[in-house]
Antibody, heavy 123, light 108 residues
Framework: QVQLVESGGGLVKPGGSLRLSCTPS????????MSWIRQAPGKALEWVAY????????YYADSVKGRFTISRDNALNSVSLQLNSLRVEDTAVYHC????????????????WGQGTLVTVSS | DIQLTQSPSFLSASVGDRVTISCRAS??????VAWYQQKPGKAPKLLIY???TLQSGVPSRFSGSGSGTEFTLTISSLQPEDFATYSC??????????FGPGTKVDIK
């Protein structure tokens, strides 16, 4: 069955960096777009970034643009999120998710998610 | 950017109740919405995509409907395992991809 397992979260000081990883299994990884979505305590889900099959197409939320970098390695079956210049407001559980597209290009949704990894930014 | 609001933000219900959750968009959206179920410490679960298509394996007591700016998730007969938080998502073609703030369904 499809599984997504995130790792790499932890406590980091403001301005610091962290690298999150997601290890998928149960499907042909290179056939799917992948995404990161976060949820701060008591807040709504917030899409962070997504990456295309080969990594040629990448999009970021404005809140993380220029600070976070999404990447993938299809040979190693992994997708990563590099978090730089972290801020207190980046504190959240970060979920890895598989992205699916509606037929005809009518938008994207997330059909499988991981449990998430907690990132805490605090001095 | 399109903003999504949900109502109610919290509802208390009993097993067997019919539950309806609303998701409203800040402008008419020509595309679709999806609905997710979240339980504490668990991976969010896709329930419905394309506004009304049930994800494989999801019980038929869940249904979705709507168009324009108003979308609805209905649980026809609430079961003990349905107590959770439900969030809608706009199936935007281009970023950003937006979610509603969530509706927590609690036991009465």
């Amino acid at each position: 069955q499809v599984q997504l397992v995130e790792s790499g979260g932890g406590l980091v000081k403001p301005g610091g960096s962290l690298r999150l990883s997601c290890t998928p299994s149960g499907f042909s990884f290179s056939d799917y777009y992948m995404s990161w979505i976060r949820q701060a305590p008591g807040k709504a889900l917030e899409w962070v970034a997504y990456i295309s099959f080969s990594g040629n197409t990448i999009y970021y939320a404005d809140s993380v643009k220029g600070r976070f970098t999404i990447s993938r390695d299809n040979a190693l079956n992994s997708v990563s999120l590099q978090l730089n210049s972290l801020r207190v407001e980046d504190t959240a559980v970060y979920h890895c998710a598989r992205l699916r597209g509606m037929p005809g290009g009518d938008g994207y949704y997330f059909d499988y998610w991981g449990q998430g990894t907690l990132v805490t930014v605090s001095s | 950017d399109i903003q999504l609001t949900q109502s109610p933000s919290f509802l208390s219900a009993s097993v067997g109740d019919r539950v309806t959750i609303s998701c409203r968009a800040s402008q008419v959206i020509s595309s679709y919405v999806a609905w997710y179920q979240q339980k504490p410490g668990k991976a969010p679960k896709l329930l419905i995509y394309g506004t009304s298509t049930l994800q494989s394996g999801v019980p038929s007591r869940f249904s979705g409907s709507g168009s324009g700016t108003e979308f609805t998730l209905t649980i026809s007969s609430l079961q003990p395992e349905d107590f959770a938080t439900y969030s809608c998502q706009h199936l935007s073609t281009y970023p950003p991809i937006t979610f509603g703030p969530g509706t927590k369904v609690d036991i009465k």
